[in-house]
Structures are given as structure tokens and as C-alpha cells.
């Protein structure tokens, strides 16, 4: 296998490190709502709008930035790949670790 062939498969690899981000992030977001609709319900203090917001912001960004890498086979698309994983690490660093 040449240069181009190793090329691929790390590129390959990013794509799909980027996309079960991105569907981590969105199930994130969903499992927040019903966190939220559930601790409302039993009167109980949940998750804030404003985190609620920040999630699916998050979410939609990395929705679109994995759609962008998967319709782009070139740096461009390696760029979109990144953007997950930037998005990711803000959202985990300044909603869940901060």
C-alpha cells in the first residue's frame, strides 16, 4: 500500500472518530431534554435551559461540520472532521468539566 493508501485510512479513521462524536453529542442533547422534561415533572431542579441550549447548539454545529466532511474527500473535509472533534472538546471541556 503507498502513501495515498495510508493517507485514506487516517483520513477514514478521523471521519469516523468525528462521526460517533457527532452522534454522541446529538444523544447528549436528547438525553438532556427527557432529563429535563423528567426532573420538571417530579418537581425536581434539572437541567437549565441555558445548558439545554448549549447542547443542541453544540449538536447542530457537529451535524453539520460531520455532513460537510463526509460530502468532501479532501482537506476540506479532513477540516470539517476537526471541527468535531474542536467542538466536541469545547462542549465536554466548558459544559462538563468547568
Known amino acids: ?56 447548539a453544540a449538536a447542530v454545529a457537529a451535524v453539520a461540520a460531520q455532513s460537510f466532511a463526509d460530502r468532501r474527500g479532501d482537506r476540506a473535509g479532513t477540516v470539517g472532521a476537526l471541527v468535531v472533534l474542536a467542538v466536541t472538546a469545547v462542549a465536554v471541556g466548558v459544559l462538563w468539566l468547568a
Open 1 to 56: 500500500m503507498g502513501a495515498a493508501g495510508g493517507l485514506i485510512r487516517r483520513r477514514s479513521w478521523l471521519r469516523a472518530l468525528s462521526g460517533v462524536l457527532a452522534g454522541g453529542l446529538v444523544a447528549l442533547a436528547l438525553a438532556l431534554v427527557v432529563a429535563a422534561m423528567l426532573a420538571r415533572r417530579a418537581g425536581t431542579p434539572g437541567p437549565g435551559a441555558l445548558t439545554l441550549v448549549w447542547h443542541a
